[in-house]
């Protein structure tokens, strides 16, 4: 019997995020430089097959949920394929994918077929002109046509994905907070995070959530907490009273979400990541073929997992107790 997936404090994880590539089609501000990154050769990637190896083994020891990232997963060709495969895994109950929605719209039902079922959707802007300032590139367009094929699908529920950035998309909180009380859409607002980033530029553009119900006291509009939007995770939810959509606060550096994590990442060049900001990670490659080895390495990697991440300290420019990632956004996976 195959041990769970428990760490030294106490927290179970069922939830395992996979970065399929870290390449991608966009440069968005905070997660890739404008000048790109040298990429992974795709012979150092995982397969498909290694990919759904690991996952049998996970599911064994009490992982249920998936989530598909990247850099952007929908520029590793034939992504059904493994979604399919994963979701004929025993214990798997749920597939999500997080995407920039370039290519989503054309694959929403091949995805939707082969057993995904939900979606994030990166959106930093509403204007088209700023959202090609944020992404170097992005046509906002092929996002909102995303969102729509996702609707068609029947993915439920979709989620919109705001990195809040002071001075850059700030201006357009009551906008996309509209768009909760026309639709059945989950925006959610993250706060700008120092990950990969090695001096402290990221601060300039730092701003805390509490802006977000600021606006709605602007504007009028009455909040309701809200409880647990499936899969969500971290976020804490709201609804604008009376809106058919809800919105959301993840808040990993002012309010870190830490003691009730639950979820492992495995990068697409095949490493454990324990916690998401700190530079711990352990290669799957020399165990795979080894349930046992492998189930060896997780629990490994759970053993060394810190209670915190411990991003407020690098706000406030206090010593951390951890070494951070040197990777870039993409390299993880988020």
């Keep these: 019997m195959a041990r769970k997936l428990i760490d030294r404090f106490g927290r179970v994880h069922d939830y395992l995020r996979i970065s399929v590539t870290d390449r991608c089609n966009l440069r968005c501000v905070y997660c890739m ?25 996970l599911a064994g020891m009490g992982v249920r949920k998936l989530r598909l990232t990247g850099g952007e997963p929908l520029v590793r060709k034939n992504l059904e394929r493994l979604v399919a495969g994963l979701s004929a895994i025993p214990g798997i109950e749920d597939i999500a994918l997080t995407t920039n929605g370039m290519f989503f719209a054309k694959k929403a039902e091949a995805l939707r077929e082969a057993g995904l079922t939900r979606i994030n959707i990166s959106l930093d802007s509403l204007k088209p002109a700023r959202f090609a300032l944020i992404t170097r590139g992005g046509d906002l367009r092929k996002v909102l046509q995303a969102i729509e094929a996702a609707e068609r699908a029947g993915l439920d529920p979709i989620k919109l994905n705001v990195v809040l950035m002071k001075g850059m998309n700030d201006d357009e909180i009551g906008d996309f907070l509209q768009l909760t009380r026309e639709r059945k859409l989950h925006v959610r607002f993250i706060e700008y995070m120092p990950i990969g980033h090695s001096g402290d530029g990221w601060k300039q553009r730092y701003l805390p959530l509490q802006t977000v119900h600021d606006r709605c006291r602007e504007l009028g509009w009455r909040v309701e907490e809200q409880g647990d939007v499936y899969g969500n995770g971290p976020s804490q939810n709201f609804r604008i009273a009376g809106a058919p959509g809800t919105f959301g606060l993840i808040h990993p550096v002012s309010d870190h979400f830490c003691a009730a994590c639950n979820r492992l990442r495995l990068t697409a060049d095949g490493n454990i990541k324990p916690c998401l900001y700190w530079s711990d990670e352990f290669n799957v490659k020399r165990v795979l073929g080894d349930d046992r080895a492998l189930e060896e390495l997780f629990l490994r990697a759970l053993d060394i997992k810190p209670e915190s991440h411990e991003m407020a300290k690098a706000l406030q420019n206090r010593e951390q107790s951890h070494t951070p990632t040197a990777r870039r956004m993409s390299q993880i996976g988020g």
Excluded: D, K, S, Y
Excluded at 44 to 54: R, Y
């Design 33 to 57: 430089p404008e000048e790109g990154m040298e990429f992974e050769p795709e012979e150092h990637l995982l397969t498909f097959e290694q990919i759904a190896e690991v996952v049998r083994v």
